[in-house]
């Protein structure tokens, strides 16, 4: 799966990939300025040392990190980024200078997977300090949207974790076809860890798409939804008014009622209003995922999505566990 996700429109880039435009937040991720003002009162610019630093190639040898799977190519791609990006911890050290001088820093080496992750799939440097810029910036409190889950339980997993993930899907998008078993052997791999919201967004150009929501968020009211949304997915080309009243009285509903729901358009008002809410928090496409309200924008394939949730899993915990990012 290249793109991951299923576009609203022409031209518009990839909810998985970066959102094209907006200031860079200085107060998550400080901006280059800053960062070089930091260095040059640290000696480190202008002058011989950092250029000299920059021109050495990674530290193949630094822990965490295979150099080796990289293209040509992709290898120059990753060096060029390790040279131009700061390590989001705060130092004045480029990624590159930090991987050398500062081994102590995690930080360094957990962006710097990133890199090598999206430089693998043969993103361009300009793209990549993007998609950084992006996934750092989204940290901060006034990035995140606020998001209405009281109306839309209950989660997979347990009640009591920390943090959710609202996922706003379209059961007839095979791209969150795609998704879905990944994202749930997910919530089962981190029980306790995280859970998991769905909220619909059917998509006005997929046949049907409507009336499958609807379908859904009346067995959300008969306390039958994830068995509903498993029967959906397994079935998801079978949305006749006679195919849901069969998946819902195979998910133990009334299929009479089911039709009369159907008839009425119960819980329209709802799935708009998920919709609404959904584009005011920036979704492009679906499966748009956010955890904590933080939208996920990293690109990978299906395949590799259980790798960059563990991934931001541990960011988002390491910055709720200290108000920020922890100091190494």
């Avoid at 021109?55 to 822990?63: G, I, L, N």
């Avoid at 009425?264 to 679906?286: D, P, V, Y």
Wanted: proline fraction near 7%; glycine fraction near 8%; charge should be negative.
């Amino acid at each position: 799966m290249e793109d991951a996700i299923d576009r609203l429109g022409p031209g518009q880039p990839s909810v998985l990939d970066t959102e094209r435009g907006g200031p860079e937040n200085d107060s998550m991720l400080p901006s280059r300025k800053l960062l070089l003002a930091t260095a040059c009162a640290a000696g480190l610019l202008p002058g011989e040392p950092l250029r000299a630093q920059q021109e050495k190639a990674p530290d193949v040898a630094s822990p965490g990190l295979d150099f080796s799977v990289l293209a040509p190519p992709q290898l120059e791609v990753a060096r060029q980024v390790l040279k131009s990006s700061f390590c989001y911890c705060g130092c004045p050290h480029t990624l590159d200078g930090c991987l050398r001088e500062h081994a102590s820093c995690h930080h360094a080496r957990r962006m710097a997977s990133l890199v090598l992750r999206m430089a693998r799939r043969s993103m361009t440097e300009v793209a990549i300090e993007k998609v950084l810029t992006d996934y750092y910036a989204s940290f901060d409190s006034h990035k995140r949207a606020r998001l209405d889950v009281k109306a839309f339980g209950p989660p997979l997993g347990s009640a009591n974790a920390k943090v959710a993930i609202v996922e706003f899907s379209d059961f007839s998008c095979p791209y969150c076809q795609a998704l879905r078993p990944e994202l749930e052997r997910f919530v089962q791999e981190n029980e306790g860890r995280v859970k998991l919201y769905y909220k619909p967004f059917p998509i006005a150009s997929h046949p049907r798409a409507m009336e499958a929501a609807l379908a859904v968020e009346w067995a959300r009211d008969k306390g039958l939804f994830w068995k509903m949304h498993d029967r959906l997915f397994e079935n998801a080309s079978a949305f006749s008014d006679d195919d849901l009243a069969r998946q819902a009285a195979a998910s133990g509903g009334d299929p009479e009622d089911l039709r009369k729901a159907l008839e009425e358009g119960r819980n329209r008002t709802r799935i708009a209003a998920s919709q609404g809410e959904a584009r005011k928090a920036g979704l492009e496409g679906t499966p748009t995922l956010y955890l904590n309200g933080r939208r996920l924008n990293v690109p990978v394939p299906a395949g590799e999505m259980r790798d960059i949730l563990l991934f931001t899993l541990e960011d988002e915990e390491e910055w709720m566990g200290h108000g920020g990012w922890a100091r190494d």
